[in-house]
């Protein structure tokens, strides 16, 4: 609710939506590229299925618009996400 609530931007009412994708793993299930692409098809799904929704990655959702290994990287600028680079 939060998020949908209208303020001002310059003198105009604004107001925003988010879709979110979850993606869960116990220890040791993926790397982070794998949870992130995850998470991301989870996303367009709940973005597909209408704004201001979540979804969590199930095995039952389509794999087939997730990201190829280094096409995340590459859309992040890095070779990993930035959550699985030592510090």
């Known amino acids: 609710d939060a998020i949908a609530a209208p303020f001002d931007l310059a003198g105009q009412p604004v107001s925003a939506s988010a879709s979110i994708g979850v993606a869960i793993r116990c220890a040791g299930g993926a790397t982070a590229d794998e949870l992130v692409g995850e998470a991301d098809v989870a996303m367009y ?3 597909r299925s ?3 929704r979540a979804v969590r990655f199930t ?6 618009s997730a990201m190829r290994p ?3 990287g590459s859309r992040l600028g890095t070779t990993s ?4 680079r030592p510090e």
């Open 50 to 52: 209408g704004k201001g």
């Open 70 to 72: 280094g096409q995340l």
């Open 81 to 84: 996400h930035p959550a699985a």
């Open 45 to 47: 799904e709940a973005k």
């Open 59 to 64: 095995s039952g959702l389509s794999t087939a």
